[in-house]
């Protein structure tokens, strides 16, 4: 609808929070550092287990809680790669979630209309570092929140992005510059997927206006 699109469908984890308070030193200032547990709430299915089916009355609790279980899991086979990109989306939709909770509830508190709803001033609010590529899936989940969740304009969703988020690498081993193959993707975050191809496609289209005739510098 108007280029917007519901997530339907998908699994349901829940993302518990755990902080850590990190003093500075001598300056009277402690930051907070927060980290996510995967929770299933689907803990326990009292009818499998009556029926003797002990594995299956814990599977949903198994499959989310493996998400958060090691970091970066052993990535050489399928099920590691599908593990492990549910695993940085996982991190990386929970700590969204709570930016922009944070900047909705601010100054209101979470009161029931009482929101912000207006996203410009979001980049003077949050500012979001990405260390390597690992936290990359970010960019188009920000996006699907802004143009899904929040009816923002494409063009507007764009522009809170790129004044929000800044990229350093540290590094161009394999391991840093993560490469997925597009069936996983597809199968797993679809409309992530067709965000990244119309960030693409943008892209290209503002090369080619900058460099019109150069195919080789398009095809880069």
Known sequence: DNGRFSWEDGQVILAV????????FRNDTVNTLRLWSARSPNSFDLSYFNHGNYI???????????????LYPNDNFFEGKELRLKQEYFLVCATLQDVIRRFKHVRTGIVEGMERTDFTLFPKKAAIQLNDTHPSLGIPQLMRILVDQEHLKWDDAWDICTKTFSYTNHTILP?????????????????????????NRRHLDHVTTLFPGDVDRRQR
Request: aromatic share 6%; no cysteine; charged share 25%.
């Open 17 to 24: 929070p755990y902080d850590t308070p990190i003093p500075g």
């Open 56 to 70: 299956k009355a814990v599977i949903d609790r198994n499959l989310a809680e493996n998400i958060t279980r090691v």
């Open 175 to 199: 391991e840093a510059l993560e490469r997925w193959p597009v069936s996983l993707l597809e199968r797993v975050l679809p409309r992530h997927l067709m965000i990244i191809y119309e960030i």
